[in-house]
Nanobody, 126 residues
Framework: QVQLVESGGGLVQAGGSLRLSCAGSGRALRFYGMGWFRQAPGKEREFVAAISWNGGSTDYSDSVKGRFTISRDNAKNTMFLQMNSLKPEDTAVYYC???????????????????WGQGTQVTVSS
């Protein structure tokens, strides 16, 4: 059973940057698509970005496209989310997740993901 642990969240001013990391243990993640979702208080969990098992395909929500970059290092069993030009509306708990099936592409749907981290808080002040 794989376990995912996010890190890198924190408090940043609008316009600033943060880099989130998601480290996997217990199973190699290199064969699985992965993604980032976020959930703000009182709102549903929403898709942020996804990356295919080999990093060849990526997908972003319209709200973060051009500001966020998802990447992975399969040798280190780790995924990243570089967040630039942060806005107050990016404030949320960010979750990393791994897909249910191997060798998959990207997905925006939570049902396609089986394993979730505990989340890391990102707060952007105005």
């Amino acid at each position: 059973q794989v376990q995912l642990v996010e890190s890198g969240g924190g408090l940043v001013q609008a316009g600033g940057s943060l880099r989130l990391s998601c480290a996997g243990s217990g199973r190699a993640l290199r064969f699985y698509g992965m993604g980032w979702f976020r959930q703000a208080p009182g709102k549903e969990r929403e898709f942020v970005a996804a990356i295919s098992w080999n990093g060849g395909s990526t997908d972003y929500s319209d709200s973060v496209k051009g500001r966020f970059t998802i990447s992975r290092d399969n040798a280190k069993n780790t995924m990243f989310l570089q967040m630039n030009s942060l806005k107050p509306e990016d404030t949320a708990v960010y979750y990393c997740t791994a897909s249910r099936t191997s060798l998959g592409s990207t997905s925006r749907f939570t049902d396609n993901y089986a394993t979730w981290g505990q989340g890391t808080q990102v707060t952007v002040s105005s």
